[in-house]
């Protein structure tokens, strides 16, 4: 998908791959605006405890960092926005900066979508997909593990080019 031109990495998608990765990075825009809550797992998993053995420390830590690390993220998912064609397929031009923003969103993504689909580093996700499958092929977890699966071919796909 993404390949290394020059000193850009450019990849084409089609208008419901544009959909798609526009919803995602609007749902981890989101959760770290709106529906920001320590107690959500997927937060948990997005900002992990420092010191989980010194609530105290743990505190403190998070009191002077989460707020720039929260807007790292939020930044990194407005690159995916940004790039992205208005509602059309079409080409997206990464220079290293951006790309490197995007693998980040791609990665928190991932572990969000990660966490609500129960997904542990045991799974195995094509084992997922055909049980999804023959339970129903129409239903929202089919549709949620495939754009699990889509996330991490694309964060692949980006770091190939990026390693070239």
């Known amino acids: 998908m993404f390949q290394r031109r020059s000193d850009h990495y450019v990849a084409t998608f089609a208008v419901d791959e544009v959909r798609v990765l526009r919803k995602v990075a609007s749902e981890v825009v989101g959760l770290l605006t709106d529906a920001f809550d320590h107690a959500d797992p997927v937060v948990v998993r997005l900002f992990p405890e420092v010191y989980p053995d010194d609530a105290e420390g743990a505190a403190e830590f998070r009191r002077y960092t989460e707020g720039d ?96």
């Open 69 to 164: 690390l929260k807007t790292a993220k939020i930044d990194q998912a407005g690159a995916i926005l940004a790039a992205l064609p208005d509602d059309t397929g079409g080409e997206v031009r990464l220079d290293s900066e951006a790309a490197e923003a995007w693998l980040r969103a791609l990665n928190d993504a991932r572990l969000a979508m990660g966490v609500r689909l129960e997904i542990r580093d045991s799974t195995d996700l094509g084992a997922e997909l055909d049980e999804a499958v023959a339970k129903d092929p129409a239903s929202s977890r089919m549709f949620q593990l495939s754009v699990y699966a889509y996330l991490g071919y694309l964060q692949e796909s980006l770091l190939n080019a990026l390693i070239e």
